[in-house]
């Protein structure tokens, strides 16, 4: 009897500190959960808490109607300014028709002298902190082609003896491995062919990242951060806006400026004029001509990503 | 109907709980080592989530790390309930047939452990809802990850409810009706052989990854899972032997034995044909067998891990198949144990980090999980066990008392 | 009557798969961007760019573009002392250290190492508001591209072509490029070896995050 009774004892007693136990995590778990909300006002006249709120409960983009476009891009200038202290703009460009962006890169003139890697950088708003950049350029030994012998990180004078270099950077696939990988379909191709990522609606599980063969794509390890007087404040929804940590980006042949009819920031960047960008559906462009006229390639064409980037030679 | 229910329902789950949370001493301060484990992992998350998956080892060239590595090893596991499900239902094997139940309980945890490893990686967790079919976007069937979803929730209804149902039955004294749950547990027979061969898909379908990219990445799994799984499955099986009344008969304990000496050989001839692709003629795409094998320019932090994983894995499979000790359980519990860090070994960290060494620029990196992932990770898996622990102990007690009623169960 | 019941389920998961998978984009017809390309063979109306270009002076060019017309940038409006006839009239120019103080910032490093480019091989001598020769035509500096042409004609067909030097600013809308002068230095025209803008760590994620190894 005083045996069962022990045991009923030890067995309440085990309940007990459980429930304890649980009680505790529950009420540091709800403690933490409410200390990170603050409720600023915005300007314009909401409240922090209803901007986060709608922000959170918003759709993927290619399922918002053009007034839930514009709600969302007037939350994010509103956010832009608590965040971050910046007022910023934030474009949603549609695509035009009859466009169908590509790119040429012209492997004789590169010298690796990554004006383009830095311009790149300070156009779209890329974290400084772990120095993201979406364009690399490598330094190939003469007489070989694969990229993975070549040395992205080199610092010295340029263009060394015997090397030549290969800028690389998201190809926007017409058959974009990423795009299948991921789950949520955060990341699409626009009718103009740019792959682009809602960054809002990507859950950060770096599917779309393993599928790249060209290592395309970089994900916010951490919240990124960028001066606030080197932010760009002319800023498109798809484009360079600012992101938040656990979200994937990418090259998106700057869209903030390539839909306005301007050059990519990298095209515009290069002194040597290694970079041609055009409109591949207008026979009369620049990059048609390359491709007509020039020995051009692909890089891993075999993989059947179908890429609108090609490389060629003088 | 309902009132029945409710009236057998309560009083099951109250039995549930009180046999969960109570025991002898041992049973008590395990109890509470898992739970300080458990708080361990909880807080390493809450500095993940505020710091970002910074906070981890991982970086753009190795994107995946110690949480994909331990969810694509505990797949397999939870698949290898069905060695156990395939010979009862199908052979109609008797001796297995008494501890299908126990292997439903270790799928379970599994399975548990390999969704909280998913929701741990992920960088927005809270987004997670855009998933779902109706309320977000779900890219099926065109994604693989999707399709992942699908069959690791649908396999885990299955090893839920079927052995529920089995077990509410047994609790209230009754015989399960068969045409109810049989098609289910035929259905789980295929399902786990899914649920793995989709979870290599998940690499396999990558070109971009030429270590992952190959045919033999679905039947390797299937078989390092099959010797995994049922390794567990004994370690667990001798556990309950030793600690509880429930007995276990040394039938049992040889046909598990062959099972993993069988699946394991296959591994192992798996493994072999690999390294005779990658090395024989080795080409640009065999860089990631060297990095893991040899290390690639002073890079070589997996190379003593895998040499131990083979080592030991060959040693445990033959010492399995001599059988010296004629099933002796203080001889099989340890080789088990060596089996199965052998081959988490080299389908965790050993499959998903060379994978993405080098980059697919030809970048080398070293990867090292930070204290970060180790306490999540650590807390998962004391959750998981935790979770197993949960089912068995119940499903124990209630089949034993069933059996004592009834003789033989069905 | 057992063993149909076993074989459903096993129907219905490989019947399934197979419905699922036979709707991936692999089997579907996906035109390849070589086929849309062969396809856009008629011109497309350029779309208008939002921004206007940097208001420099434009001169048409005098070559035939597949796109119609096309502009580059003045080059005079760019040169400090053009007109150069002011100085050079005709007759020797005899202010003390002339040569030093006009022109002592050119280096001439153009042409073959062992039969380098002289002034007069792109200057005209005759009348130096031009350039060219005497055997060639006189050679506006707007039009720079005409004489560099005449040795680099392949540049030349590349630039007009689009392959060879940038456009101004813009994609679409009005073709304006960099005349030759606009990247290279007419004197020594190579691109001088440099750092550098910046350098890459792929896989860094925090500064302070050490490369193991």
């Given at each position: 009897?005083?045996?069962?009774?022990?045991?009923?004892?030890?067995?309440?007693?085990?309940?007990?500190?459980?429930?304890?136990?649980?009680?505790?995590?529950?009420?540091?778990?709800?403690?933490?959960?409410?200390?990170?909300?603050?409720?600023?006002?915005?300007?314009?006249?909401?409240?922090?808490?209803?901007?986060?709120?709608?922000?959170?409960?918003?759709?993927?983009?290619?399922?918002?109607?053009?007034?839930?476009?514009?709600?969302?891009?007037?939350?994010?200038?509103?956010?832009?300014?608590?965040?971050?202290?910046?007022?910023?703009?934030?474009?949603?460009?549609?695509?035009?028709?009859?466009?169908?962006?590509?790119?040429?890169?012209?492997?004789?003139?590169?010298?690796?002298?990554?004006?383009?890697?830095?311009?790149?950088?300070?156009?779209?708003?890329?974290?400084?902190?772990?120095?993201?950049?979406?364009?690399?350029?490598?330094?190939?030994?003469?007489?070989?082609?694969?990229?993975?012998?070549?040395?992205?990180?080199?610092?010295?004078?340029?263009?060394?003896?015997?090397?030549?270099?290969?800028?690389?950077?998201?190809?926007?696939?017409?058959?974009?491995?990423?795009?299948?990988?991921?789950?949520?379909?955060?990341?699409?191709?626009?009718?103009?062919?740019?792959?682009?990522?809602?960054?809002?609606?990507?859950?950060?599980?770096?599917?779309?990242?393993?599928?790249?063969?060209?290592?395309?794509?970089?994900?916010?390890?951490?919240?990124?951060?960028?001066?606030?007087?080197?932010?760009?404040?002319?800023?498109?929804?798809?484009?360079?806006?600012?992101?938040?940590?656990?979200?994937?980006?990418?090259?998106?042949?700057?869209?903030?400026?390539?839909?306005?009819?301007?050059?990519?920031?990298?095209?515009?960047?290069?002194?040597?004029?290694?970079?041609?960008?055009?409109?591949?559906?207008?026979?009369?462009?620049?990059?048609?001509?390359?491709?007509?006229?020039?020995?051009?390639?692909?890089?891993?064409?075999?993989?059947?990503?179908?890429?609108?980037?090609?490389?060629?030679?003088? | 109907?309902?009132?029945?229910?409710?009236?057998?329902?309560?009083?099951?789950?109250?039995?549930?709980?009180?046999?969960?949370?109570?025991?002898?001493?041992?049973?008590?301060?395990?109890?509470?080592?898992?739970?300080?484990?458990?708080?361990?992992?909880?807080?390493?998350?809450?500095?993940?989530?505020?710091?970002?998956?910074?906070?981890?080892?991982?970086?753009?060239?190795?994107?995946?790390?110690?949480?994909?590595?331990?969810?694509?090893?505990?797949?397999?596991?939870?698949?290898?309930?069905?060695?156990?499900?395939?010979?009862?239902?199908?052979?109609?094997?008797?001796?297995l047939h008494k501890v299908v139940i126990i292997g439903e309980g270790v799928a379970v945890g599994a399975l548990v452990m390999c969704l909280l490893f998913i929701l741990a990686d992920l960088g927005g967790i809270i987004k997670a809802w855009h998933l779902a079919p109706a309320i977000g976007l779900f890219n099926w069937?065109?994604?693989?990850?999707?399709?992942?979803?699908?069959?690791?929730?649908?396999?885990?209804?299955?090893?839920?409810?079927?052995?529920?149902?089995?077990?509410?039955?047994?609790?209230?004294?009754?015989?399960?009706?068969?045409?109810?749950?049989?098609?289910?547990?035929?259905?789980?027979?295929?399902?786990?052989?899914?649920?793995?061969?989709?979870?290599?898909?998940?690499?396999?379908?990558?070109?971009?990854?030429?270590?992952?990219?190959?045919?033999?990445?679905?039947?390797?799994?299937?078989?390092?899972a099959f010797a995994a799984g049922p390794a567990l499955i004994m370690v667990v099986l001798i556990v309950i032997h030793r600690k509880t009344v429930f007995k276990i008969d040394s039938q049992i304990f040889n046909k598990l034995r062959i099972i993993i000496v069988v699946a394991g050989t296959v591994n192992l001839l798996m493994l072999f044909s690999e390294i005779f692709k990658e090395f024989y003629s080795p080409t640009h795409h065999s860089l990631s067998a060297v990095y893991l094998f040899f290390g690639l320019e002073g890079h070589n932090a997996l190379v003593p891990?895998?040499?131990?994983?083979?080592?030991?894995?060959?040693?445990?499979?033959?010492?399995?198949?001599?059988?010296?000790?004629?099933?002796?359980?203080?001889?099989?519990?340890?080789?088990?144990?060596?089996?199965?860090?052998?081959?988490?070994?080299?389908?965790?960290?050993?499959?998903?980090?060379?994978?993405?060494?080098?980059?697919?620029?030809?970048?080398?990196?070293?990867?090292?999980?930070?204290?970060?992932?180790?306490?999540?990770?650590?807390?998962?898996?004391?959750?998981?066990?935790?979770?197993?622990?949960?089912?068995?102990?119940?499903?124990?007690?209630?089949?034993?008392?069933?059996?004592?009623?009834?003789?033989?169960?069905? | 009557?057992?063993?149909?019941?076993?074989?459903?389920?096993?129907?219905?998961?490989?019947?399934?798969?197979?419905?699922?998978?036979?709707?991936?984009?692999?089997?579907?017809?996906?035109?390849?961007?070589?086929?849309?390309?062969?396809?856009?063979?008629?011109?497309?109306?350029?779309?208008?760019?939002?921004?206007?270009?940097?208001?420099?002076?434009?001169?048409?060019?005098?070559?035939?573009?597949?796109?119609?017309?096309?502009?580059?940038?003045?080059?005079?409006?760019?040169?400090?002392?053009?007109?150069?006839?002011?100085?050079?009239?005709?007759?020797?120019?005899?202010?003390?250290?002339?040569?030093?103080?006009?022109?002592?910032?050119?280096?001439?490093?153009?042409?073959?190492?062992?039969?380098?480019?002289?002034?007069?091989?792109?200057?005209?001598?005759?009348?130096?508001?031009?350039?060219?020769?005497?055997?060639?035509?006189?050679?506006?500096?707007?039009?720079?591209?005409?004489?560099?042409?005449?040795?680099?004609?392949?540049?030349?067909?590349?630039?007009?072509?689009?392959?060879?030097?940038?456009?101004?600013?813009?994609?679409?809308?009005?073709?304006?490029?960099?005349?030759?002068?606009?990247?290279?230095?007419?004197?020594?025209?190579?691109?001088?070896?440099?750092?550098?803008?910046?350098?890459?760590?792929?896989?860094?994620?925090?500064?302070?995050?050490?490369?193991?190894?």
């Amino acid at each position: 009897m005083a045996a069962n009774k022990k045991k009923t004892m030890n067995q309440k007693h085990d309940r007990r500190t459980f429930l304890k136990g649980a009680a505790t995590c529950a009420a540091a778990g709800s403690a933490l959960i409410a200390s990170g909300c603050n409720n600023r006002p915005l300007p314009g006249g909401d409240d922090e808490m209803s901007v986060r709120w709608k922000e959170y409960f918003k759709k993927n983009y290619q399922l918002m109607t053009p007034e839930e476009k514009e709600a969302t891009i007037r939350r994010l200038e509103q956010l832009s300014k608590l965040d971050y202290d910046v007022d910023a703009s934030i474009a949603r460009t549609e695509p035009r028709g009859k466009v169908l962006f590509g790119y040429a890169f012209n492997i004789t003139r590169c010298e690796g002298f990554m004006d383009c890697v830095q311009a790149c950088v300070e156009e779209n708003n890329l974290d400084r902190k772990s120095k993201t950049q979406y364009v690399r350029v490598f330094e190939m030994e003469n007489g070989q082609m694969d990229i993975s012998t070549g040395n992205g990180k080199y610092f010295h004078e340029v263009p060394k003896e015997d090397h030549f270099y290969m800028g690389i950077q998201c190809f926007h696939c017409e058959q974009a491995p990423c795009i299948k990988a991921c789950p949520t379909k955060a990341t699409w191709m626009e009718p103009d062919g740019i792959v682009v990522v809602d960054y809002d609606w990507c859950i950060g599980c770096r599917y779309c990242m393993a599928a790249c063969p060209y290592w395309g794509r970089r994900f916010n390890w951490h919240d990124p951060e960028v001066p606030k007087e080197e932010m760009n404040k002319k800023q498109h929804y798809l484009g360079n806006r600012m992101r938040k940590k656990g979200q994937m980006e990418k090259c998106t042949f700057c869209i903030q400026r390539t839909r306005n009819g301007k050059l990519p920031a990298c095209a515009e960047a290069c002194p040597t004029g290694a970079r041609v960008f055009g409109n591949l559906l207008d026979p009369d462009s620049e990059i048609r001509f390359v491709l007509k006229n020039k020995k051009v390639f692909r890089m891993k064409e075999e993989l059947g990503t179908d890429p609108k980037f090609w490389y060629f030679i003088d | 109907m309902l009132k029945t229910l409710k009236n057998e329902l309560v009083p099951f789950v109250k039995d549930a709980l009180k046999w969960n949370f109570s025991g002898s001493r041992g049973y008590q301060i395990y109890l509470c080592i898992l739970f300080a484990l458990m708080v361990v992992g909880f807080y390493a998350y809450t500095i993940q989530l505020t710091e970002g998956l910074a906070a981890t080892g991982m970086s753009n060239i190795v994107s995946w790390g110690l949480y994909i590595s331990n969810f694509t090893f505990l797949v397999g596991v939870a698949a290898a309930a069905v060695m156990l499900i395939l010979p009862a239902y199908i052979f109609k094997d008797k001796d297995l047939h008494k501890v299908v139940i126990i292997g439903e309980g270790v799928a379970v945890g599994a399975l548990v452990m390999c969704l909280l490893f998913i929701l741990a990686d992920l960088g927005g967790i809270i987004k997670a809802w855009h998933l779902a079919p109706a309320i977000g976007l779900f890219n099926w069937p065109a994604s693989i990850l999707a399709w992942d979803v699908l069959v690791l929730n649908g396999y885990l209804a299955l090893n839920v409810l079927v052995p529920a149902y089995i077990l509410f039955c047994h609790y209230n004294g009754r015989e399960p009706v068969a045409k109810r749950y049989r098609p289910f547990v035929f259905l789980s027979i295929f399902w786990a052989v899914a649920i793995h061969m989709v979870t290599a898909f998940l690499y396999e379908g990558l070109p971009a990854r030429p270590f992952w990219n190959n045919p033999l990445l679905g039947p390797r799994f299937l078989a390092s899972a099959f010797a995994a799984g049922p390794a567990l499955i004994m370690v667990v099986l001798i556990v309950i032997h030793r600690k509880t009344v429930f007995k276990i008969d040394s039938q049992i304990f040889n046909k598990l034995r062959i099972i993993i000496v069988v699946a394991g050989t296959v591994n192992l001839l798996m493994l072999f044909s690999e390294i005779f692709k990658e090395f024989y003629s080795p080409t640009h795409h065999s860089l990631s067998a060297v990095y893991l094998f040899f290390g690639l320019e002073g890079h070589n932090a997996l190379v003593p891990w895998i040499w131990t994983s083979i080592t030991l894995n060959l040693t445990a499979i033959v010492i399995l198949g001599f059988n010296p000790g004629k099933n002796n359980p203080k001889i099989l519990m340890p080789v088990c144990v060596t089996l199965f860090f052998a081959i988490w070994i080299e389908k965790g960290m050993g499959l998903i980090v060379p994978g993405l060494i080098p980059s697919p620029l030809g970048e080398i990196t070293n990867y090292s999980p930070s204290w970060v992932e180790i306490g999540v990770t650590i807390g998962i898996l004391a959750l998981g066990t935790f979770v197993v622990t949960m089912l068995i102990k119940p499903a124990l007690f209630i089949e034993q008392r069933f059996e004592e009623l009834h003789g033989e169960s069905a | 009557m057992n063993v149909f019941k076993k074989v459903i389920p096993v129907l219905l998961v490989w019947g399934g798969m197979l419905l699922a998978f036979s709707g991936c984009e692999g089997v579907s017809g996906h035109q390849d961007v070589m086929e849309l390309i062969k396809a856009a063979d008629k011109p497309v109306e350029s779309m208008k760019p939002t921004e206007a270009l940097p208001s420099a002076p434009l001169v048409i060019v005098k070559e035939p573009y597949q796109g119609g017309p096309f502009y580059t940038q003045s080059r005079k409006s760019e040169i400090g002392r053009f007109q150069c006839s002011s100085c050079h009239t005709g007759k020797d120019v005899t202010i003390n250290q002339a040569k030093e103080a006009a022109h002592g910032d050119i280096k001439l490093f153009h042409g073959a190492v062992d039969d380098p480019n002289a002034c007069d091989t792109c200057h005209n001598l005759s009348d130096r508001d031009y350039l060219g020769t005497d055997s060639i035509a006189k050679i506006d500096f707007d039009h720079s591209y005409q004489l560099c042409g005449t040795c680099h004609f392949r540049q030349k067909k590349d630039w007009v072509g689009g392959a060879h030097g940038k456009r101004v600013q813009n994609w679409a809308g009005q073709r304006v490029v960099q005349n030759c002068t606009g990247c290279h230095n007419p004197h020594s025209p190579r691109f001088s070896k440099r750092w550098p803008a910046t350098f890459s760590l792929p896989d860094s994620v925090l500064p302070d995050q050490e490369d193991e190894g």
